[in-house]
């Protein structure tokens, strides 16, 4: 009899758990799969980790931006400063110096003000400050105008040009329009190398460049080492830098310079500084010879 009241109470036993165990996987397994709805009835008040921002944008839309708002004033107001200035020193004739001058003025006023209508980027910290250096540049040019006017009553052009390139207002107007231009140039640099993660943006163009490692840099690069000599140098053309680069490249594709004695890029530049041999839109006549494969930010100056 007790043999059987044992069998019972085991069965009885074996069956409670059993059914204590089902219980509780199906309490969990609910509780999951309400968890599981929940989450996604509510994912949208998650809060997602913001990705981290550049702390500098140098998008091609800001190159695009300053070149139409800042740089091609500036580039307007140079071409017509180098022309005009080219003109005085062949005139002899003072009321026609005198009348010149004016005309500088009047330029250095419209293209002063056009750039100010911009406010750059603050993403773009080299931008501003090249805007900024811009403005400086026009504004010393012009009161350098003022301050020579007076002594083209009795100069003639020659002298007076003599006194311009003396004067340090003029001078200081021809670093900060140098200096403004190499920080646009770096800022190309910087988009170059947003676009294409593998190249370095460690170059040292404080020192002079081998021939050999001149031929492995990009165009983009080569016009940031240009544009670093021209400030370095105090070299102001009315061309720009991918137009020296572009004679730069001519020259050592030709093989002239070994029989010229010519063994680095800085070598190069101060001949053609010194022949006045680099004219506007040289880059144009060779682009489709050395730079027809070149990664470029879809500026006008490159393309037009």
Not at 253 to 275: C, D, R, W, Y
């Amino acid at each position: 009899m007790k043999k059987g009241n044992s069998r019972v109470e085991l069965y009885f036993s074996l069956t409670l758990v059993s059914v204590l165990i089902l219980t509780a996987a199906a309490f969990f397994s609910g509780v999951k799969v309400g968890a599981n709805k929940i989450e996604a009835k509510y994912s949208y008040l998650k809060i997602t980790p913001a990705e981290p921002e550049f702390n500098d944008s140098y998008q091609q839309q800001d190159l695009v931006t300053f070149y139409h708002t800042v740089f091609l004033p500036y580039r307007e107001f140079k071409s017509a400063w180098v022309a005009k200035t080219d003109t005085i020193n062949r005139t002899e004739d003072p009321a026609q110096v005198k009348k010149i001058l004016k005309q500088l003025r009047i330029l250095a006023d419209e293209k002063y003000n056009a750039i100010t209508n911009t406010t750059m980027y603050s993403t773009s910290p080299l931008l501003q400050e090249s805007q900024t250096e811009f403005l400086k540049s026009i504004r010393l040019f012009r009161e350098a105008a003022d301050n020579i006017s007076s002594s083209s009553i009795s100069n003639s052009g020659e002298k007076l040009m003599k006194e311009f390139q003396q004067n340090d207002l003029y001078k200081k107007g021809i670093n900060y329009g140098l200096i403004a231009q190499k920080k646009y140039y770096n800022s190309m640099l910087k988009w170059n190398a947003k676009v294409d993660p593998s190249l370095t943006l460690k170059y040292d163009f404080t020192k002079d460049i081998t021939f050999t490692t001149w031929k492995k840099y990009s165009l983009i690069v080569k016009n940031s080492a240009v544009s670093s000599f021209l400030t370095k140098d105090s070299i102001y053309g009315a061309y720009d830098p991918q137009d020296m680069t572009a004679r730069i490249d001519n020259l050592i594709n030709s093989g002239k310079t070994k029989s010229m004695n010519l063994h680095s890029v800085k070598a190069v530049i101060n001949l053609l500084n010194t022949t006045d041999a680099v004219k506007e839109n040289d880059f144009k006549k060779w682009k489709s010879k050395y730079y027809g494969n070149e990664l470029l930010p879809q500026l006008p100056f490159f393309y037009e």
